[in-house]
């Protein structure tokens, strides 16, 4: 089922089953290297897809580059370089489009457009040019691409067990990933592809097949499905590509916490329940405990908003930026992220946004609608699942009432193990745990700055992060998960000397 997969692997591993290879109808690509390395991609990348242009034949140019803010800015340079090669040098129009997972879907589409037609005047070929991530590499075809331009870069999913972070780091792609791209100049004719690295850096330093993706996950969610599949003995079970025993110790450590394992190892009711949700286990334990908290409605809408891709779009453009951040303001919880996805989606499904249609709303408020939908679907299937286990559905009734504390409740007995504090001194937050200096994400409605806070994920740019954060209060982190908060385990002086009074001041609340 793919073009560069490592069969024979998969045929050893599965006794030697018979191997069919069906190979696609390809034509021929020429594959040009750099003499020399280069020390800003980026730089050298705008150069290529202009010089293609100036002195190419006709056919569209698709480049690969590594996430949205990198390719937003090749866009705008391409762009504006092109227009100027048009009036100096007499060069054909040029039409750029940005493809990338976040893009509005009427935005993608634009890169199935024609390419321009060429001057009358000089019959120079008009084309197009698609800046892509890896989307492109493998998900979808572009009729009309005929020149690849590919640094050699893209990003990858990394999970570091040690500190619990999953992010994504730019990495050099694999062999595989580089003839993979190759292949899409020759889709539809003889097409070029030009590497941005030198011939001996390909066959040296690139490794033959990228890293699967066990191997850079957390364990959490496959650890709990081979529980209940009854497999028992993880350390000798027979994976393709062994994980670290270190990330496998951590997944079983994270279910033990949630008490989705007992302390020998074995599945306990609640693992069983919370197996059967395709969810990351860390969520489906807030499910399925939210009715205690009278608020599974409400939890039930927020797992299912933090399932789906992000609702809000963010348009390149000042002016387009700074609309869209007051719209997102408009739905803004003071308590935090999740509570403010909480509001989007009652705001979606409330009867003015269905009169205005809701496509139209989605986009005068700067939200996806695929994402919305999306959000929905997930949340009716989830609350099947709810319902064949008879667990309860009730609502705080926060929609009418704005009354958040409970539903803040049923989050931390989640999200426990996500926990930051306020540093004493200096700015940003102390992971709890873990003692990682993070700040809050810059897309947050938090403006003041709360003492503690939950956060959904930890992101690792030019700096750390935490993203979507919620305000809680640290009894309830000793209420709900007194294990895992049991302060012999601390390490980190502040978070514990907090937690100690905090403690001090319940134990004498409960004498009185």
Same mark, same amino acid.
């Given at each position: 089922?793919?073009?560069?997969?490592?069969?024979?692997?998969?045929?050893?591993?599965?006794?030697?089953?018979?191997?069919?290879?069906?190979?696609?109808?390809?034509?021929?690509?020429?594959?040009?290297?750099?003499?020399?390395?280069?020390?800003?991609?980026?730089?050298?990348?705008?150069?290529?897809?202009?010089?293609?242009?100036?002195?190419?034949?006709?056919?569209?140019?698709?480049?690969?580059?590594?996430?949205?803010?990198?390719?937003?800015?090749?866009?705008?340079?391409?762009?504006?370089?092109?227009?100027?090669?048009?009036?100096?040098?007499?060069?054909?129009?040029?039409?750029?489009?940005?493809?990338?997972?976040?893009?509005?879907?009427?935005?993608?589409?634009?890169?199935?457009?024609?390419?321009?037609?060429? !001057?009358?005047?000089?019959?120079?070929?008009?084309?197009?040019?698609?800046?892509?991530?890896?989307?492109?590499?493998?998900?979808?075809?572009?009729?009309?691409?005929?020149?690849?331009?590919?640094?050699?870069?893209?990003?990858?999913?990394?999970?570091?067990?040690?500190?619990?972070?999953?992010?994504?780091?730019?990495?050099?792609?694999?062999?595989?990933?580089?003839?993979?791209?190759?292949?899409?100049?020759?889709?539809?004719?003889?097409?070029?592809?030009?590497?941005?690295?030198? *011939?001996?850096? !390909?066959?040296?330093?690139?490794?033959?097949?990228?890293?699967?993706?066990?191997?850079?996950?957390?364990?959490?969610?496959?650890?709990? *499905?081979?529980?209940?599949?009854?497999?028992?003995?993880?350390?000798?079970?027979?994976?393709?590509?062994?994980?670290?025993?270190?990330?496998?110790?951590?997944?079983?450590? *994270?279910?033990?916490?949630?008490?989705?394992?007992?302390?020998?190892?074995?599945?306990?009711?609640?693992?069983?329940?919370?197996?059967?949700?395709?969810?990351?286990?860390?969520?489906? %334990?807030?499910?399925?405990?939210?009715?205690?908290?009278?608020?599974?409605?409400?939890?039930?809408?927020?797992?299912?908003?933090?399932?789906?891709?992000?609702?809000? %779009?963010?348009?390149?453009?000042?002016?387009?930026?700074?609309?869209?951040?007051?719209?997102?303001?408009? !739905?803004?919880?003071?308590?935090?992220?999740?509570?403010?996805?909480?509001?989007?989606?009652? *705001?979606?499904?409330?009867?003015?946004?269905?009169?205005?249609?809701?496509?139209?709303?989605?986009?005068?408020?700067?939200?996806?609608?695929?994402?919305?939908?999306?959000?929905?679907?997930?949340?009716?299937?989830?609350?099947?699942?709810?319902?064949?286990?008879?667990?309860?559905?009730?609502?705080?009734?926060?929609?009418?009432?704005?009354?958040?504390?409970?539903?803040?409740?049923?989050?931390?007995?989640?999200?426990?193990?996500?926990?930051?504090?306020?540093?004493?001194?200096?700015?940003?937050?102390?992971?709890?745990?873990?003692?990682?200096?993070?700040?809050?994400?810059?897309?947050?409605?938090?403006?003041?700055?709360?003492?503690?806070?939950?956060?959904?994920?930890?992101?690792?740019?030019?700096?750390?992060?935490?993203?979507?954060?919620?305000?809680?209060?640290?009894?309830?982190?000793?209420?709900?998960?007194?294990?895992?908060?049991?302060?012999?385990?601390?390490?980190?002086?502040?978070?514990?000397?907090?937690?100690?009074?905090?403690?001090?001041?319940?134990?004498?609340?409960?004498?009185?």
């Amino acid at each position: 089922m793919s073009a560069t997969l490592d069969a024979v692997k998969f045929q050893n591993y599965f006794n030697s089953a018979p191997l069919l290879a069906i190979p696609g109808r390809t034509y021929p690509v020429e594959i040009y290297y750099t003499p020399e390395f280069q020390r800003d991609y980026l730089d050298a990348a705008i150069r290529t897809v202009l010089q293609i242009h100036a002195t190419e034949k006709e056919g569209d140019i698709l480049l690969f580059l590594t996430g949205e803010d990198e390719i937003e800015q090749a866009c705008d340079k391409i762009q504006l370089e092109a227009d100027q090669l048009i009036r100096e040098e007499g060069c054909g129009p040029l039409k750029v489009y940005p493809l990338y997972g976040s893009l509005p879907p009427y935005q993608q589409q634009k890169i199935f457009e024609p390419a321009p037609k060429p !001057f009358k005047s000089n019959g120079r070929p008009g084309r197009k040019v698609i800046v892509s991530t890896n989307i492109a590499e493998t998900s979808l075809t572009i009729d009309g691409i005929v020149y690849v331009v590919d640094p050699g870069f893209s990003k990858q999913k990394v999970y570091n067990p040690r500190i619990r972070v999953e992010s994504l780091l730019v990495s050099p792609i694999s062999k595989a990933s580089a003839q993979q791209r190759a292949g899409r100049a020759g889709r539809t004719r003889p097409g070029k592809c030009f590497r941005l690295y030198t *011939e001996e850096a !390909f066959k040296k330093e690139l490794v033959e097949q990228t890293y699967p993706e066990v191997l850079r996950s957390n364990l959490s969610s496959t650890v709990l *499905e081979l529980k209940k599949l009854g497999i028992d003995d993880l350390v000798h079970f027979d994976f393709m590509d062994p994980p670290a025993p270190e990330t496998m110790m951590r997944a079983l450590e *994270e279910l033990n916490y949630l008490e989705c394992l007992d302390d020998e190892g074995n599945l306990t009711p609640l693992g069983r329940m919370a197996s059967h949700f395709p969810l990351d286990p860390m969520l489906a %334990v807030m499910l399925i405990r939210s009715p205690k908290f009278h608020c599974s409605e409400e939890i039930l809408t927020i797992v299912a908003m933090l399932s789906v891709p992000n609702v809000f %779009v963010r348009p390149s453009g000042k002016n387009a930026r700074r609309e869209a951040d007051d719209a997102k303001m408009q !739905f803004a919880n003071p308590e935090g992220d999740h509570l403010t996805l909480l509001n989007v989606f009652l *705001e979606y499904k409330s009867s003015g946004a269905k009169a205005h249609g809701l496509r139209k709303w989605c986009k005068d408020n700067y939200l996806s609608f695929r994402s919305l939908k999306s959000a929905d679907n997930v949340r009716k299937q989830l609350s099947r699942i709810m319902g064949s286990y008879d667990l309860e559905f009730n609502s705080n009734d926060y929609g009418n009432t704005m009354d958040d504390t409970d539903i803040r409740k049923a989050l931390t007995a989640g999200f426990f193990m996500q926990v930051a504090k306020k540093k004493s001194t200096g700015k940003g937050y102390i992971t709890v745990k873990d003692s990682q200096d993070v700040l809050l994400h810059p897309s947050t409605v938090l403006h003041r700055q709360p003492e503690w806070v939950i956060y959904n994920e930890f992101v690792l740019t030019s700096k750390n992060y935490i993203r979507t954060v919620t305000s809680v209060k640290p009894e309830w982190l000793l209420e709900f998960a007194p294990k895992y908060y049991d302060l012999e385990n601390f390490h980190e002086d502040d978070v514990k000397l907090s937690l100690e009074r905090v403690k001090e001041r319940l134990d004498h609340a409960k004498k009185n």
